[in-house]
């Protein structure tokens, strides 16, 4: 039996980022970020050009054993915060999402002409990324819902004791290079860089 | 008749998908296919003999993922494709025997008469550097392993398929070339017709053809269907036999499997289509089957294939675009050229590439198509920087080069970098240049600039210089480069030495597009050597030579005078739909006029938080409209004034210690304040940064060097490529007068160490962003203290903590750019002291 791997893709236009995520992300004070910033708009707005929003994601079981111990699609895992996030749960959701490599280019670009622009668009970009997990969160917490479930916190290789070398097992399940263009590197490091992989828990 | 012989005369069929097939004989998700070919030889064998029975002629080994990352035991790899390659004889001896396989059937009526094997290499899973992490030389020694363990077995020809990036596809074509065999390739594109990393199919042709391939094509992603497009452009562009393997349709799930919507007759309509538009060699990928490929072997078998002919369109092109010559002339950048100029000059000397790829990027902004790139000096490693310069340019930058320089190996080894397929500058009539020039361009593809000169000089006359051109094609023809692949330049010459010089090289232009239907380059501002206001006399000559019908021009894409040419020019000449590109040409030229007036201070700052500040502290009053414009983080109005103040002689330091620096002090004090923000100190920054590039531009002009307040090291160490971190610490600093020596992201520690003894340093900044780079941070800091103790280190980064920084024994933690400024002024003043 195989697991179909299923494509995600969002749209750049509706995309919700906010720009107090970005303002925060650039270390604005608490006052600066409430007071909203013309500059960042237009970075927000010039990013919506740049994007394209994009995911892979399966459903898979999950099983436990020890004290920290995970039974993953890809292998056995100890991890104890993941263990705890994930208590309660029967299957989990695996993805892998990216806003693509025309970002990177322009951010690459934007790194020899100004400074500024590349600080904006950097956070930009990571408000994006983060808008694009959050919806495609929001997608499958439906989908759960309709079957009465619910979904536990998203959880990324790197956090805590979750370690990134989680990633290699994660990219072996859902291939996101062929369906995405989303690779992994020797260091663990994903390109294009503003990507994100993640666990979601399912209970219920 | 061998394999290229039989794609000249006809149709030629290739088999269709195996992983479906191989699936439904039980193969395992995560299982790899290419290990079958040992376990189960009979399913394999039997696929092929199927295929072979609907009336293939190429089979494609079971061999898409082998490769030596895959396959790393001893012999295995070799195993496997020796494997792979007996089963695909051993269908097509019982075909050809007519002696059926154990259980299989023994109607052999549609067999077609000849068959062959090809090796079957698909792309590796991993992207290529700067995308990714593969380097090029390693993706090609990995094809290269796949394709001698071929070499070894019985294969007619080498197919190179899926690929989505054609710097890949370059590493595989080069690789398979080194056999001898004939080579294939086809690429899969996605539903806007690009390549995952962003070429269209006319780019493909153009890279593919000028690397020599027998034929090539589409495959995989896409159905018959939404592949028209593609195959129309293939067809267009392409002289070599064009291939279409296309999907069953698009791939959709039903009750977890994957199945593909287009049935066999389907498939069959939609081919005979495909092969109505000239493509000539058909088959299959992902989901189609015996059937769908009989079915349509029944339908192309009755056409006659269009005839082959070879297209004239003369194209180069980086990784996403081509260029095509003889439609209008193309405007090729020469800024990246240190002939002349002293400041580029510098930045070569001084390894600053931020200020080539900046020169690039302000030519592609002022609407270049091509950009030269020569950085040849006497005393630069010449190959190490052409490689450097190319590889960093095309990181950044999507416009196709044109590789210039003199030595024969930095050019070899640029053209087996380049991204796509380049312009080379240059060959001429010289026997013992074309001997040098013409095998590389033959090996790697690429346009040939030849100048008209040879053993005995330049001809003083025009039908000299086209005879020399005539003497080049020739030469070309028998290296197997076309005529298009060659664009003459028949040499502009300053008219101050030589009157009638211009004269000669108009008529020259005009023999060479009128007798030999040539395409011709100048460098057009050559023609001004030795004159005052050499744009107004250049701006007339491009006009005459475009007349006469120039093909490219190397020009300054700065000068509106050469813009104003062009522009108007190509409105006259209805290249220029609706005379848009001229209306919008009379804004930028509006803007030019303006700016070149004197720089006012005032401004309408996009910035709000700094714009109520006094400036008191400011001594010099002339300096303050600077200060204020600095403040504001107006950045092209800061380089004007600056450069103003420079012409009415106010010394460069004085302009750094009373204007640059108390300015960025202003803002750096709110920024410390929580008043001002990283984007607002990012654009002072920006303002200050250009402020100081006219000051480099005049130190280099009058050949005096920059006083400097302290030379360190920055770093992003190893394993990370995060760097905008670093790049606000380094501008910061070299706003502040500071000599950073950036050595870039992910460097290991011995190189940092290495520099800091070499340039006797005495500080290093280390920057990481990821926890799991900060060992490799610690085991520099380790090295420093082993083996240069002398050197203070000071570390920043989104994961540093005072605390951490400690731990790993650096001598500082700075929390942000500011904060480095401050401890690099503290520690340069007590060395000092």
């Known amino acids: 039996m195989g697991y179909t791997v299923k494509t995600y893709i969002a749209d750049s236009d509706k995309l919700i980022i906010p720009g107090r995520e970005v303002a925060r992300y650039l270390g604005y004070s608490r006052e600066a970020i409430m007071a909203g910033d013309e500059l960042i708009e237009e970075t927000i707005k010039k990013v919506r050009g740049l994007i394209a929003g994009k995911a892979v994601y399966c459903r898979y079981p999950v099983s436990f054993f020890g004290e920290d111990g995970i039974q993953m699609p890809y292998g056995a895992v100890h991890s104890s915060q993941l263990y705890d996030n994930l208590k309660g749960c029967e299957e989990i ?59 536990h916190r998203r959880f990324s290789p790197g956090y805590g004791d979750y370690a990134l070398e989680n990633q290699k097992g994660i990219f072996e399940i859902l291939n996101p290079s062929r369906l995405i263009g989303l690779s992994l590197m020797d260091t663990l490091i994903m390109s294009p860089e503003k990507s994100v992989t993640a666990v979601i828990g399912v209970e219920g | 008749m061998n394999i290229s012989e039989h794609i000249m005369a006809g149709f030629t069929y290739f088999d269709g998908g195996c992983g479906t097939i191989l699936q439904a004989a039980g193969l395992q998700p995560g299982e790899l296919p290419e290990r079958w070919n040992l376990e189960h030889p009979d399913v394999i064998q039997g696929m092929h003999y199927d295929y072979l029975l609907a009336g293939v002629n190429i089979l494609k080994t079971n061999t898409f993922g082998a490769n030596i990352m895959k396959f790393a035991g001893e012999g295995e790899l070799e195993g496997i494709i020796k494997a792979a390659v007996d089963n695909a004889r051993a269908a097509i001896n019982a075909v050809e025997s007519r002696t059926p396989l154990p259980g299989r059937s023994d109607d052999f009526s549609k067999a077609s008469e000849k068959h062959y094997v090809s090796l079957d290499i698909g792309p590796l899973g991993k992207l290529l550097k700067p995308l990714g992490d593969l380097d090029f030389e390693d993706a090609y020694e990995i094809f290269l392993k796949t394709v001698k363990a071929g070499m070894a077995c019985d294969v007619d020809l080498i197919l190179i398929e899926t690929m989505n990036d054609i710097y890949e596809a370059k590493a595989a074509i080069l690789a398979a070339k080194e056999s001898g065999l004939p080579v294939f390739l086809t690429t899969a594109y996605d539903e806007s017709h690009k390549l995952l990393t962003g070429a269209d199919p006319k780019t493909v042709v153009a890279v593919a053809e000028g690397l020599g391939v027998d034929a090539l094509g589409v495959n995989c992603s896409l159905g018959p269907d939404e592949m028209m497009g593609i195959v129309d452009e293939l067809c267009e562009y392409a002289s070599v036999p064009v291939i279409v393997n296309p999907n069953a349709g698009l791939p959709r799930t039903e009750g977890g499997k994957t199945v593909y919507d287009v049935l066999p007759e389907g498939f069959a309509k939609s081919m005979e289509q495909i092969a109505a538009k000239g493509a000539r060699i058909l088959g299959g990928c992902c989901g189609t089957t015996p059937p769908h490929i009989g079915a349509m072997i029944e339908t192309v078998r009755k056409m006659t294939p269009l005839p082959l002919s070879e297209k004239q369109h003369t194209l180069i092109s980086s990784y996403t675009h081509s260029v095509e010559f003889g439609i209008r002339p193309i405007l090729i950048g020469e800024r990246i050229n240190p002939t002349g100029k002293k400041r580029l000059k510098e930045a070569l000397r001084n390894d600053d590439m931020d200020y080539i790829l900046q020169q690039g990027l302000l030519q592609q902004d002022q609407h270049a198509d091509v950009l030269d790139v020569n950085v040849g000096l006497p005393e630069i490693d010449e190959p190490e920087m052409m490689i450097k310069a190319v590889t960093q340019l095309q990181a950044v930058c999507d416009l196709p080069l044109q590789i210039d320089t003199t030595d024969p190996v930095a050019m070899e080894r640029a053209l087996r970098r380049y991204n796509g397929k380049p ?50 094609y020739a030469k070309a023809a028998e290296y197997g480069i076309k005529k298009k692949d060659i664009i003459v330049d028949p040499l502009a010459m300053s008219i101050s030495a030589e009157p009638d010089s211009a004269k000669i090289t108009l008529a020259a232009l005009k023999l060479i597009r009128d007798e030999a239907q040539g395409l011709t380059s100048l460098g057009v501002s050559n023609i001004s050597f030795g004159l005052p206001k050499r744009d107004l006399v250049n701006g007339i000559f491009f006009t005459m030579a475009m007349m006469n019908g120039l093909s490219a021009a190397i020009m300054n894409p700065g000068s509106m005078e050469m813009m104003k040419a062009y522009r108007s020019f190509c409105a006259l000449k209805a290249l220029d739909e609706n005379c848009m590109e001229y209306i919008a040409f009379t804004d930028e030229y509006e803007a030019a006029v303006a700016s070149a007036a004197p720089a006012a201070a005032s401004g309408d700052a996009k910035k709000p938080a700094a714009s109520t500040v006094s400036y008191e502290g400011i001594k010099d009053e002339k300096l303050i409209p600077l200060v204020d414009t600095v403040v504001k983080g107006l950045k092209d109005k800061a380089g004007a004034l600056t450069a103003e103040l420079l012409a009415a002689d106010v010394p460069a330091m004085d302009i750094i210690d ?154 500082r933690y700075c929390k942000d750019a500011m904060e480095t400024v401050r401890f690099a002024e503290e520690f340069f003043s007590g060395m000092s002291s």
């Not at chain 2, 010289?430 to 690429?446: I, N, R, S, T, W």
């Not at chain 2, 006797?760 to 900060?774: D, E, F, Q, R, W």
């Open chain 1, 93 to 151: 959701y695996v993805f892998a999402a990216t806003i693509g490599a025309a970002f990177d280019r322009e951010l690459g670009r934007a790194k020899i002409r100004s400074l500024a622009d590349a600080a904006l668009l950097q956070a930009a970009g990571a408000a994006a990324i983060e808008a694009v997990c959050d919806e495609l969160n929001d997608r499958l917490r439906e989908e759960a819902e309709a079957e009465g479930c619910s979904l």
């Open chain 2, 423 to 472: 312009m080379i500058n240059s060959v001429n009539g010289k026997e013992e240049v074309m001997k040098q020039v013409f095998p590389l361009a033959k090996k790697y593809g690429g346009l040939v600039v030849a100048l008209t000169i040879d053993e005995e000089g330049i001809p003083t006359t025009a039908e000299g210089r086209l005879k020399i051109a005539q003497n080049i």
């Open chain 2, 658 to 811: 009373g204007a640059l620096i108390p300015a960025l002090d202003i803002v750096g004090k709110g920024f410390e304040a929580k008043k001002v923000f990283l984007p607002q100190l990012l654009m002072s920054a920006d303002s200050a940064s250009a402020a100081f590039e006219s000051i480099k531009e005049k130190i280099a002009a009058a050949g005096e060097k920059q006083e400097s307040k302290g030379r360190l090291i920055l770093a992003t160490v190893k394993g990370d490529i995060h760097d905008i971190g670093k790049n606000i610490v380094k501008v910061l600093l070299e706003n502040y007068g500071f000599d950073v020596i950036d050595l870039g992201k992910d460097v290991p520690p011995e190189l940092i160490v290495e520099t800091a003894i070499k340039e006797n340093i005495k500080l290093v900044g280390l920057s990481a962003l990821m926890t799991t780079t900060v060992p490799a941070m610690e085991e520099t800091i380790k090295q420093l203290h082993e083996k240069w103790p002398e050197c203070k280190t000071c570390v920043g980064g989104a994961v540093m903590t005072p605390e951490y920084a400690k731990m790993i024994q650096a001598d």
